[in-house]
């Protein structure tokens, strides 16, 4: 079994920052790639940064304001986000496409992490 756990969300004021985090664990032989999407209430979940083949993208939304990175040891991928404005207010969610010993992919999510940006 494979578990994603975000952490990091909470209440922060527009300007300001927060640095999210994604820690997989359990059978994991190869992190194909990790990704951090949002969705706002009464929004569809939209995708915000990520990285794979040892490439980072991010939305035009982000872009300038929010960095990806990972501690492949640690099996975790960072989201840290600069510049914080109301908009980007919603529940922050990881992904990742995990390999088995078996050569076996499969898609995992975390339970998502909220972030709202409120003066």
């Known amino acids: 079994q494979v578990q994603l756990v975000e952490s990091g969300g909470g209440l922060v004021q527009p300007g300001g920052s927060l640095r999210l985090s994604c820690v997989a664990s359990?059978?994991?032989?190869?992190?194909?790639?990790m990704v951090w999407y949002r969705q706002a209430p009464g929004k569809e979940r939209e995708f915000v940064a990520g990285w794979s083949g040892g490439n980072t993208y991010y939305a035009d939304s982000v872009k300038g304001r929010f960095t990806v990175s990972r501690d492949v040891a640690k099996k975790t991928v960072y989201l840290q986000m600069n510049s914080l404005k109301p908009e980007d207010t919603a529940v922050y969610y990881c992904n990742a496409e995990i390999s088995d010993r078996l050569g076996l992919r499969n898609d995992y999510w975390g339970q998502g992490t909220q972030v709202t940006v409120s003066s």
């Open positions: 359990g059978s994991i032989f190869n992190i194909d790639r």
